[in-house]
């Protein structure tokens, strides 16, 4: 099992950075399938960005790509999303989400993984 808790949201304006963590405790994450999900009110989770184990390869959904980079740190057993040109349309609860057993749906659905952080919040004004 591993337990996830994100850190680094907050409000910025449009054309701003910000990098969201998400720190793992227990299992080793490096080995599970980990995705950065976000969420506004009222409409459907949706994934933002995935990597698989090994860290070797990324995926973006199309409104993120050359914006948004995710990257995970072994050593620290934790992952990262850094965004960059932060729009409006950028703001959402922002979640990380790991899942320890394939097959592994792409485009990543919410419902296969089993572990969730509690969401940080991003939120950019125009």
């Known amino acids: 099992q591993v337990h996830l808790v994100e850190s680094g949201g907050g409000s910025v304006q449009a054309g701003g950075s910000l990098r969201l963590s998400c720190a793992a405790s227990?299992?080793?994450?490096?080995?599970?399938?980990m995705a950065w999900f976000r969420q506004t009110p009222g409409k459907e989770r949706e994934w933002v960005a995935v990597?698989?184990?090994?860290?070797?390869?990324?995926y973006y959904t199309d409104s993120v790509k050359g914006r948004f980079t995710i990257s995970q740190d072994n050593a620290k057993n934790t992952l990262y999303l850094q965004m960059n040109s932060l729009k409006p349309e950028d703001t959402a609860m922002y979640y990380c989400?790991?899942?320890?057993?394939?097959?592994?749906?792409?485009?990543?659905?919410?419902?296969?993984?089993?572990?969730w952080g509690q969401g940080t919040q991003v939120t950019v004004s125009s």
């Open positions: 227990g299992d080793t994450y490096s080995s599970y399938y």
């Open positions: 989400a790991a899942q320890g057993r394939g097959p592994y749906v792409y485009p990543p659905q919410p419902a296969p993984f089993g572990y």
């Open positions: 990597i698989y184990p090994g860290g070797r390869t990324t």
